[in-house]
Structures are given as C-alpha cells and as structure tokens.
C-alpha cells in the first residue's frame, strides 16, 4: 500500500513540475499573436527566398507577372520588384527589419514597375514589423501589408528579370 502512495505521488509531482515548465515556457513565447503568426527576432530564423502570394494590404496591387522577391541570408537582404535589384544589410530589432546601406540599380522602367519598385523601397526602408507562419513571412510598415511564401508551389514560372 505505502509503495502504491509513494508512487503515485510522485506520479502527480511529476506531472505537476511538467505542466509547470510548459506553462513557464509558453508564457514566456509572447511573440504570438492572433494569427498564429510569429514576430521573428533573428534573421537567420527566416533565410531563404520568398515570393509575394498577398496583397491585400499593400499599397498597389502587385503587378501581374512581376511579383515582388525576397532573398533573406545572413545579415543581407535583396529584393527584386519588376526590374531593379535592391540589396543592403539587414537585421533584426525588436521585431521590426532593419535594412541599412540600401543600394539599388538603376535601370528606367515602365512607370507602374517604377511605382511597384517604389514602394517596396519605402517597405524596406519603414523597419516593418516582420513575422513569420509556416512558410509564410508578412512586413507590416505605415499601415501596409505584404504576404510572402518560400513555398516552391507558390514562386510563379517567371523569371525575375521578366
């Protein structure tokens, strides 16, 4: 009987220390949001390639066939919205991408790629907050929003020069 009690007591402590730890962890994972989202706090947590899938809160509609790309490596960032190539170095802060030493070339294009390549200046150049779901990254800066997929399903059969 006594090694009955003694086992099932430290049944119950065991199971009480672990609900205690996870409760301690998931308190302290307050990037959550509503969403499911993530705020992402390290740039290496989100390297790869992406490609805009939504575009509902942005400023313009994403022009057809000229979808907006985003390389994410080490400490760099490059985007490419319809016919320049944007680069700098990138980190990090709080939650918001913070893009620095922003370089662009620069080509003359047809005045809505202009615009498009414009306001993904501005996105980069706004320290959006970042956040991540999945295979999904989303910026939001000023009131603005974009989606974008490393998914390989999602990246449209159009190079990025076209």
Known sequence: MRRTVL????????????????????????????????????????????VSVNDIGAPAPVLAGLPIRLTVEKG?????????????????????????????????????VAGQEQWVLTMLQARPTIERSGPYLSLSWDGHWLGLSSDPADRPSVSPSA
């Open 7 to 50: 086992v099932a007591v430290t049944g119950v402590a065991l199971v009480v220390a672990a609900a205690m730890a996870v409760g301690s962890w998931v308190s302290g994972r307050s990037t959550d949001n509503a969403s499911g989202s993530v705020v992402v706090r390290d740039l290496r947590s989100v390297a790869g390639e992406y």
């Open 76 to 112: 760099r960032i490059s985007a490419h919205a319809g016919c320049n190539s944007m680069q700098g170095a990138a980190r990090v802060d709080d939650g918001r991408l913070v893009v620095a030493d922003l370089a662009t070339t620069e080509i003359g294009c047809a005045p809505d």
